[in-house]
């Protein structure tokens, strides 16, 4: 079973960038798409953005579409968010997740597995 440690989060103000790391143990990491969720305080987790295993295809949240980009190095085992432009309702804990079936794109969170312990995010006005 894949392992996921996420790493990166910390306190940006509003206009700021942060990169979060999702780094996964197993052989078979470049066969899984892999997303990104989140969850703000007393509200439920969303979908944030989802990666091929390939690396070739990506799925933005309209929320995030445009200052949010997804990455992963097959080599180093990782997955990458790059995050711009942050605004305060962009803070919440991020986790990373295995996709768990083959379809695209995969973003409801059943969907999803090993999930990672979460990194918290948290963007200042």
Known sequence: QVQLVESGG?????????????AASGR????YAMGWFRQAPG?????????????D?????????????ISRDNAKNTVYLQMN??????TAVYSCAVALYGFWPP???PNFGSWGQGTQVTVSS
């Open 10 to 22: 910390g306190l940006v103000q509003a206009g700021g960038s942060l990169r979060l790391s999702c």
């Open 28 to 31: 078979t990491f470049s066969r």
């Open 43 to 55: 509200k439920e987790r969303e979908f944030v953005t989802a990666i091929s295993g390939s690396g």
């Open 57 to 69: 295809n990506t799925y933005y949240a309209d929320s995030v579409k445009g200052r949010f980009t």
């Open 85 to 90: 432009s942050l605004k305060p309702e962009d």
């Open 107 to 109: 973003t409801r969170e």
